[in-house]
Each structure stands twice: as C-alpha cells, then as structure tokens.
T-cell receptor, first 110, second 113 residues
Framework: TQLLEQSPQFLSIQEGENLTVYCNSSSVFSSLQWYRQEPGEGPVLLVTVVTGGEVKKLKRLTFQFGDARKDSSLHITAAQPGDTGLYLC??????????FGSGTKLNVKP | ETGVTQSPTHLIKTRGQQVTLRCSSQSGHNTVSWYQQALGQGPQFIFQYYREEENGRGNFPPRFSGLQFPNYSSELNVNALELDDSALYLCASAGGPTTYEQYFGPGTRLTVT
C-alpha cells in the first residue's frame, strides 16, 4: 500500500514544454521532500517543504506544499533534456519515518 | 566533505543465504536510514539508526536487521534471502533524527537467484 500517490506515472514531453507532477495522500506529513533519481544512482534531494501552503523555487522548478500538508506539486518550466529522470516525493509520516511515492518517470526529448 | 558511500555495488546471492550490506555516512552525520527499492517502485523505509540504536522501523520482517557503529557507519543484514528481496538497497544519512534532509548513497544492487 502506497501512502503517497504520484501522478502521472510516466511523462514524455518535448524540450521547452511545461509540466506538473503531483503527489497526493490522505495522510498529513510534517515535512515533504522531492528527489530526482537517475538510473543506477541514489535519489538526490531537490527541496524540503515544511509549512502548509509553502512555495519554493529552484531555478525552473517550483514546489508547493498543500495547505493541509497532505499533497504537493512540482512544476517545471521550459523543460530541458537534463531534467530527465525519476521524480520522487517523500513524506515524513510518523516521527523518523519517511514514505516515498512510486515516482514519476520524466523523459524530455530534444 | 565526503558523501554517503555503500558497498558492495552489486551482489548476487542464492535463496536462503544471508547478506551484509555496508554504508558509510556523510561526515558529521549521526543518523542512517535504510531503504529497499524494487524495480519500478519508490524506496520503502526499512529502519533508521541514531547513535547506534534503532530509531524507527518500517514494515519489514525481523530477518532484516541492522547495526550502527561508533563512527556512525552502518550495516544491513538480511537472513534467509527470498527471491523478492532482489532490489536496490539504499542508505541515507542525516545530521540528526529530527533533521528533515537526508542524503542518499548510490545503493547496492542485490540479486537473489
């Protein structure tokens, strides 16, 4: 059972397009992280959001934490081939326990 | 500052055998968490160690056990291996158990035949 549902599972777009990835749960999280993982490597932390309604920007990436701290979104503007990878969200559910979604596999074609 | 390292990179074992995986945490980090990532899935939390004590566990059977050493490096032991244990095993280190941010190693790919 996945506590965090990510959508879409797969996304294939052209360079320059915008996209949004969603991470939803019925549970409340004390914090939520977004990671990017490339094949054969460990996930790399992109951002941590803590406060409900929080918005963080990292260059062309915008992250939002829902007001109720149950969901989050990642928006990429003008996607580039270097953005290709598996995007994972992870929520701190109980103290010290992090649950991951199954990920969104993004492919940006040149 | 060195990052999180794991060994070995790849491992092939037979069903019923035992395996030990190793993780060196990032310099200055005293908390290590272990995750199992099956193909096409997100990582699943196995357990966390803080200052040599288990400090939280996911839904994994007791044949998954661990250790943390005084230098904060860690081991994951799996007994009586099953085919479904085939996965990428990731460790992540953090500066403390209440620190939100954790940093992952490259993982150990375990194949059970």
């Amino acid at each position: 059972t996945q506590l965090l549902e990510q959508s879409p599972q797969f996304l294939s777009i052209q360079e320059g397009e915008n996209l949004t990835v969603y991470c939803n749960s019925s549970s409340v999280f004390s914090s939520l992280q977004w990671y990017r993982q490339e094949p054969g490597e460990g996930p790399v932390l992109l951002v941590t959001v803590v406060t409900g309604g929080e918005v963080k920007k990292l260059k062309r990436l915008t992250f939002q934490f829902g007001d109720a701290r149950k969901d989050s979104s990642l928006h990429i503007t003008a996607a580039q081939p270097g953005d290709t990878g598996l995007y994972l969200c992870a929520g701190e559910y109980n103290f010290n326990k992090f649950y991951f979604g199954s990920g969104t596999k993004l492919n940006v074609k040149p | 500052e060195t990052g999180v390292t794991q060994s070995p990179t790849h491992l092939i074992k037979t069903r019923g055998q035992q395996v030990t995986l190793r993780c060196s945490s990032q310099s200055g980090h005293n908390t290590v968490s272990w995750y199992q990532q099956a193909l096409g899935q997100g990582p699943q939390f196995i357990f966390q160690y803080y200052r040599e004590e288990e400090n939280g566990r996911g839904n994994f059977p007791p044949r998954f056990s661990g250790l943390q050493f005084p230098n904060y490096s860690s081991e994951l032991n799996v007994n009586a291996l099953e085919l479904d244990d085939s996965a990428l095993y990731l460790c992540a280190s953090a500066g403390g158990p209440t620190t939100y941010e954790q940093y992952f190693g490259p993982g150990t790919r375990l194949t059970v035949t």
